[in-house]
């Protein structure tokens, strides 16, 4: 007979008979399973990321396919695991909870890659040198990816080892090869930008005033060639941007190959050689900057003398070295008086006109050719009284100045030297009675003011603001004049000037009867000559000529000031 319901109805459940009509399909987990569920995708979320950091540490051995198949194989091993657990777990669920799964598997992973990211230790500073003259080597990178990465960086490592015995300017070379991470494969590049951006953060980490890198390449018959290549830093050299930032050099043939230690020694001797010359050259310059003209053009002749006698060419153009030996023989010339002077710049008028006009130094040398124009026309007595100038000679000078100035071809700094320069004239043809004062001094100042911050142009701001003063005081504007004057204090570095423009400022003042402010200039100005005689740039004689002088304006001043009141 049928089951009868309590109603005497028989029982039309479609349920079979041992599930009641209240029991629903067993499509969710209980709470342990749910649990043990996102305890897995947990695990999973965190293991991946673990084994990509693993992997990233691997990175610096691993070339970049071995890599890249890891990554792929660490994130494909998580997607088949939660697709395992899904299909498992929630088959029969609709597709909108299977994607719900998937997308929160996904935030567990990229919230544990995150987390690990923010934890992660980061990696070991590089080691900084702490010397003036410190030389880091890079590496080499190869072109078409033939060379073996490890061969290289033992090339690298050798050369630095080498190079640190045989560079008497670097105060330590060290080997970076394996350690810094720059695009050196760049350097076949037109545009350079990422690699200029990197290493000049490696420049500033590792304290190093040149960098050396370069390219290796292979032709199909195993030859290989490196192309070398040197980073200098800006700040290092303003006065020569030609050579800052890298510079590929020409090309060495390491013809032996890598297994040779004959030909390896070759490249290291070549390569020490360029960089040696490369050391040697900012090592002058900096000497001349420094105030020791005499050594810099000794340093720079030798330069000029070991390029002509190797007859290979290095990183330092020629013409550049003949430009800067002018510049310091100029810088000579400047402490000398009668047939000295002029001879020292009669040999700097020569090295200017030994550079052709297609060399990429020449608007260079036409900015300095006319500065030397200028002292040759100031004459023995090197001042611009009336009546001891050549007004033609600088009548001459000032045009080209105003061309150079106006040059589109020239560098932004070339424009405002050959600005400031063409105040420099101008302010003597004033001087002497030659022309009216027509602005140009005034507006010269102001040009470099709005240069502020382009490298390399402190030292000429200071030079404009110096002759705006002497303008100025010219005028009989004294307040206009302390006001240049301070200026120019505030940009120049050089101790002699400085001892110049403080006396200035003392003269002024006192003449103002500023007589506070005119002690103080005169102990500043005592002070900055007693440094450089210190240094070798002046002598006692001098130093004792300025305190008798200082005394005498005192005293004047004070009696002045007190019977004017």
């Not at 691993?62 to 939660?82: D, F, M, N, Q």
């Amino acid at each position: 007979m049928p089951d009868r319901s309590p109603g005497g109805a028989p029982d039309q459940s479609p349920h079979p008979p041992d599930q009641s009509p209240d029991a629903a399909p067993d499509r969710s987990p209980d709470g342990g399973h749910r649990a043990g569920l996102w305890s897995l995708l947990g695990l999973f979320a965190a293991c991946v990321p673990c084994a990509l950091l693993v992997v990233e540490k691997l990175g610096s051995s691993l070339p970049p396919v071995p890599l890249v198949l890891a990554v792929l194989a660490a994130l494909a091993g998580y997607v088949l695991a939660v697709r395992a657990v899904v299909g498992e777990r929630f088959g029969q669920y609709p597709r909108r909870s299977r994607i719900l799964v998937w997308l929160a598997a996904a935030v567990l992973f990229l919230g544990s890659v995150a987390v690990l990211l923010v934890f992660r230790p980061p990696p070991p500073p590089l080691t900084r040198m702490s010397g003036a003259r410190d030389v880091a080597v890079v590496g080499f990178a190869a072109e078409g990816g033939r060379q073996d990465k490890q061969v290289l960086d033992d090339v690298a490592a050798t050369f630095a080892h080498d190079m640190a015995a045989r560079v008497p300017t670097a105060t330590a070379v060290r080997s970076y090869a394996g350690e810094a991470k720059l695009p050196l494969a760049q350097l076949a590049d037109t545009h350079r930008g990422a690699l200029e951006r990197k290493t000049a953060r490696f420049a500033d980490e590792t304290n190093a005033e040149v960098i050396v890198g370069g390219l290796v390449s292979e032709d199909q018959a195993g030859q290989t060639t490196l192309r070398p290549a040197v980073y200098v830093r800006a700040d290092q050299i303003p006065d020569s941007p030609e050579i800052t930032g890298w510079v590929l050099g020409a090309p060495v043939l390491v013809a032996g190959g890598w297994q040779s230690a004959r030909a390896r020694a070759q490249l290291t001797g070549e390569l020490t050689r360029r960089i040696g010359a490369l050391a040697q050259f900012v090592d002058a310059l900096d000497t001349w900057r420094n105030g020791s003209p005499k050594e810099a053009a000794r340093t720079l002749a030798g330069l000029f003398d070991a390029e002509r006698k190797d007859g290979t060419s290095g990183f330092v153009p020629p013409d550049l070295v003949r430009l800067f030996h002018g510049h310091a023989l100029e810088a000579q010339a400047l402490d000398e008086t009668g047939p000295g002077r002029e001879k020292l710049l009669a040999a700097a008028r020569a090295d200017y006109l030994a550079i052709g006009p297609d060399s990429p130094a020449s608007r260079r040398a036409a900015l300095s050719l006319q500065l030397n124009t200028y002292r040759q026309a100031l004459g023995p007595a090197s001042g611009c009284k009336p009546g001891t100038v050549r007004a033609t000679d600088l009548a001459q000078a000032s045009k080209a100045l105003r061309d150079l100035a106006a040059d589109p071809g020239i560098t932004e700094l070339g424009r405002i030297k050959a600005t400031v320069n063409l105040a420099q004239v101008e302010q003597c043809r004033i001087t002497a009675g030659l022309v009216k004062d027509d602005g140009t001094v005034e507006r010269a100042a102001a040009t470099v003011r709005a240069a502020q911050g382009l490298t390399g142009s402190a030292d000429l701001r200071a030079l404009a603001e110096s002759i705006a003063a002497t303008n100025a005081a010219g005028r009989g504007d004294l307040a206009g004049a302390v006001d240049h004057i301070r200026d120019a204090i505030a940009h120049g570095r050089d101790p002699v000037q400085r001892s110049v423009w403080h006396g200035l400022l003392a003269s002024w003042s006192l003449e103002r009867c500023d007589l506070a402010t005119g002690r103080k200039a005169w102990q500043d100005a005592l002070a900055q000559l007693a440094a450089a005689e210190h240094a070798g740039r002046a002598d006692s004689a001098r130093l004792r000529q300025y305190e008798q002088i200082s005394a005498t304006e005192l005293r004047r001043a004070e009696e002045r000031c007190a019977t004017s009141r």
